[in-house]
């Protein structure tokens, strides 16, 4: 089955505390990007990855950091988490000429 | 200048009749167009894409690309209470990035 996951779904941190969120594909595809949601804000790109070793900044990337060392993983990190980084992420993969994208599950954060 | 951008609304429209649903994009790159629904806490779910001018149907659904203008919109007729949602748009830049529109909200009244 054709998937995108990511791990853990929901945390409860503290300021300053690193942590690694990771998202997993099972689609051999190229490109992978992680988003945050926050009320009335839509989906904001944080970090994308056209292939491995290969990322770029998006809208909101400050305080984050991204590495692409296998195509099928994608983790976010978040060395020195503050409470405005409490939010709900996405990661989500496609392929060139494909007609869907894919999401993973969310993952919910808050910061205290 | 956002990439994406949304009417945030709240739209509300009663049960039966036509919700509109409009977006517009920067980059005329851009080659492909999708439309999503999303309920409150919940992964995004795709309902259309679009990557010619025009119309295309599926169901109740219709969603209508100008290029020219930058445009997209989506048209849910006879809404359901069900069609309660966000509704994003989204654009594959040229350079095969996915960016979104913040969304707009979606009332069905019975």
């Known amino acids: 089955e054709a998937q995108v996951t990511q791990n853990p779904r929901y945390l409860i941190t503290v300021t300053g505390k690193k942590l690694t969120v990771t998202c997993s594909q099972n689609?051999?595809?190229?490109?992978m990007s992680w988003y945050r949601q926050d009320p009335g804000l839509g989906l904001r790109q944080i970090y994308y990855?056209?292939?491995?070793?290969?990322?770029d900044k998006g809208d909101v990337p400050e305080g984050y950091k991204v590495s692409r060392k296998e195509k099928r993983n994608f983790p976010l990190i978040l060395e020195s988490p503050s409470p405005n980084q409490t939010s709900l992420y996405f990661c989500?993969?496609?392929?060139?000429?494909?007609?869907?994208?894919?999401f993973g599950p969310g993952t919910r954060l808050l910061v205290l | 200048q956002k990439e994406v951008e949304q009417n945030s609304g709240p739209l509300s429209v009663p049960e039966g009749a036509i919700a509109s649903l409009n977006c517009t994009y920067s980059?005329?790159?851009?080659?492909?167009f999708f439309w999503y629904r999303q309920y409150s806490g919940k992964s995004p779910e795709l309902i259309m894409f679009?990557?010619?001018?025009g119309d295309k149907e599926d169901g109740r659904f219709t969603a209508q690309l100008n290029k020219a203008s930058q445009y997209v919109s989506l048209l849910i007729r006879d809404s359901q209470p069900s069609d309660s949602a966000t509704y994003l748009c989204?654009?594959?830049?040229?350079?095969?990035?996915?960016?979104f529109g913040t969304g707009t909200r979606l009332t069905v009244i019975p």
């Open positions: 679009i990557y010619s001018n």
């Open positions: 989204a654009a594959l830049t040229g350079a095969n990035n996915l960016f």
């Open positions: 989500a993969s496609w392929e060139t000429g494909e007609e869907t994208q894919y």
């Open positions: 689609m051999n595809h190229e490109y």
């Open positions: 980059d005329r790159g851009s080659q492909s």
């Open positions: 990855s056209m292939n491995v070793e290969v990322t």
